[in-house]
T-cell receptor, first 114, second 113 residues
Framework: GPKVLQIPSHQIIDMGQMVTLNCDPV?????FYWYKQILGQQMEFLVN????????KSKLFKDQFSVERPDGSYFTLKIQPTALEDSAVYFC????????????FGPGTRLTVL | GEQVEQLPSILRVQEGSSASINCTYE??????FPWYKQEPGENPKLIID?????ERKQTQGLIVLLDKKAKRFSLHITDTQPGDSAMYFC????????????FGIGTLLSVKP
């Protein structure tokens, strides 16, 4: 099936540092998403992104979070500064169209904030 | 509200039997309901979905049912195999954009040989 790639697979950083998570979505997809999963729990929606803009974000998408996709490169999630509670697996997803279309998830980035 | 309730949280079945997972949602505007299978350390993989213009969908040993009046949808795995053992998540689309997925808490399915 369609492949979403994420770099890195693991990231360990000290609290207060900045981190950027990278996502390479399916090539012809237009809608991009970030979800957060804490161990043993379900995926939780953070943000969706289309045509260069954030469409919708959840309460989990704190002021320290930002997303962008400059000129068709990686779709990125930046956290600055990081906090202990940001430790989780972050999944990127993409879909061809918006409402009611399949979202394909990447392998995730495991972020550990010390 | 934006909750998706999912039951049961743990399901143990014998190989060859069927397994059923049930979910309910709150917003009548939700119109897309995917099911994902997630194995340990892996990403969630879409296994089947249903849209609100359908009541039933079947593919490769999977059946999903949707009852819009009751705001309830379910996944039925027929003839389970040990390879079906995994976490299963239901989800419903929410939000002004209509493509925000809210996930249930997950069901850990264990199929015994």
């Amino acid at each position: 099936g369609p492949k979403v790639l994420q770099i890195p697979s693991h990231q360990i950083i000290d609290m207060g540092q900045m981190v950027t998570l990278n996502c390479d979505p399916v090539s012809n997809h237009l809608y991009f998403y970030w979800y957060k999963q804490i161990l043993g729990q379900q995926m939780e929606f953070l943000v969706n992104f289309y045509n260069g803009k954030v469409m919708e974000k959840s309460k989990l998408f704190k002021d320290q979070f930002s997303v962008e996709r400059p000129d068709g490169s990686y779709f990125t999630l930046k956290i600055q500064p990081t906090a202990l509670e940001d430790s989780a697996v972050y999944f990127c997803a993409s879909s061809l169209k918006g409402q009611g279309w399949e979202q394909y998830f990447g392998p995730g980035t495991r972020l550990t904030v010390l | 509200g934006e909750q998706v309730e999912q039951l049961p949280s743990i399901l143990r079945v014998q190989e060859g039997s069927s397994a059923s997972i049930n979910c309910t949602y709150e917003n009548s505007a939700s119109n897309y309901f995917p099911w994902y299978k997630q194995e340990p350390g892996e990403n969630p993989k879409l296994i089947i979905d249903i849209r609100s213009n359908m009541e039933r969908k079947q593919t490769q040993g999977l059946i999903v049912l949707l009852d819009k009046k009751a705001k309830r949808f379910s996944l039925h795995i027929t003839d389970t195999q040990p390879g079906d053992s995994a976490m299963y998540f239901c989800a419903a689309s929410y939000g002004s954009s209509g493509n925000k997925l809210i996930f249930g808490i997950g069901t850990l399915l264990s199929v015994k040989p």
